[in-house]
């Protein structure tokens, strides 16, 4: 079963509609999350964060977060797996980078 299959089915929200709405707030939400870490880690001289283990196991939890919400919104809106969503993204970049991902096979790629 994809990931992307068991997250959608426990979904809160009922309905297409509010669960990608709820994906991409959460999306946007969750990546902030990760910005204000950084934030905290960076320039807070009295954060916990300034631990880099500690800030390293918060942004873990925030990254799968990010990844719940993100293989969401992919399943609902493409039914297929990240993998496919990395391929997509490679091809992509080898159009707009040749030189640096044309030497990539994406049949080769895996998560």
Known sequence: ????EVVAARYFSKG???QVVNAVL???????EVADLFKKYMFHPKSKFKDEQVMKTELRKELGDILWYLSALNELMFGDSLLDLAKDNIKKLTDRYPELYGDVKVSDLSL
């Open 1 to 4: 079963m994809k990931y992307g």
């Open 26 to 32: 959460g999306l946007s939400g969750e990546t902030g």
């Open 16 to 18: 297409r509609e509010a």
